[in-house]
């Protein structure tokens, strides 16, 4: 005689209330998944770099409009003294138009990577921050192409003079094509990355490292590494400097409320348990 074991009533496949995923994997499945997230974003940036190519001279006369609309008028050009000079600097703007284009495409595979191991209120709060960054950094490269580009190629240009006299030589600029993508990259990057100090400040005081009033009482200290920063990341000029040095302090500001609202929101929490 056999006697059977009834499995208890109710539902086999439970899910968590906490809205986190219960399924376990394994360091191998994590290894291979983490490869497949890899691989998608790796194949996305390799057909973008690929069709940024074809249109990188497109990208690169966009990055000259602020040094050509200064000489409006006259006939300037840009040089290369390399036989390769140009190729690998059509290469380089390929890349970077890549790297940003394909950006989003690889926050969402970190996301999908990430986001089944995290609970419901971990996604709620990471998922501004992602959202944010390319924005931001967007919004720094914007400001530095439409107002601190032409505000400092006025500056570098008026150094230009004529011959003085019969016996002198005009003293003309003819910016080679590799060092002004380097320039420009530089400053894009620079302003792109430091817009995004209230992301990084925000995430800070999310996770308790930071707070509001930590980040008052370092002010003063935050003001001068903002002008270093400026020194070392911009040209040598005060009106590049100041351009990167002032919105710095300004986000920093931002990220000192943000951090504020994140501790309001931290108290009302525990007071509500």
Not at 41 to 46: L, S, V
Not at 228 to 249: C, E, F, M, R, Y
């Amino acid at each position: 005689m056999t006697s059977e074991i009834q499995e208890p009533a109710g539902p086999k496949n439970h899910a968590p209330e906490d809205g986190r995923d219960d399924k376990k994997m394994s360091l191998i499945e994590h290894l291979t998944e983490l490869r497949r997230r890899l691989f998608y974003a790796f194949a996305a940036f390799i057909v973008v770099f690929l069709v940024c190519f074809y249109f990188s001279n497109v990208f690169f006369d966009f990055l000259v409009e602020p040094l050509s609309s200064v000489w409006s008028g006259g006939d300037r050009r840009l040089i290369y003294t390399a036989m390769h000079e140009k190729f690998f600097t059509n290469i380089k703007v390929a890349f970077f138009a890549a790297a940003f284009i394909s950006f989003p495409i690889f926050a969402v595979q970190v996301w999908m990577f990430v986001a089944p191991g995290l609970y419901k209120n971990e996604k709620g709060a990471f998922r501004p921050f992602l959202v944010a960054t390319p924005f931001l950094f967007f919004g720094g490269g914007a400001f530095v192409y439409y107002i601190v580009m032409p505000i400092a190629w006025q500056f570098f240009t008026s150094f230009e003079q004529l011959a003085a006299g019969s016996a002198g030589l005009p003293i003309e600029l003819e910016p080679k094509v590799n060092e002004y993508l380097s320039l420009v990259m530089r400053l894009i990057f620079a302003f792109g990355l430091s817009f995004e100090l209230p992301v990084i400040l925000s995430l800070l005081a999310k996770v308790g490292i930071v707070t509001a009033d930590g980040l008052k009482k370092k002010r003063r200290y935050a003001i001068v590494i903002a002008f270093v920063a400026a020194a070392i990341l911009t040209p040598p000029d005060p009106l590049s400097q100041l351009a990167l040095a002032i919105p710095i302090i300004i986000l920093y500001e931002v990220s000192i409320y943000c951090a504020v609202l994140i501790g309001r929101r931290r108290d009302a929490t525990y007071a509500g348990e």
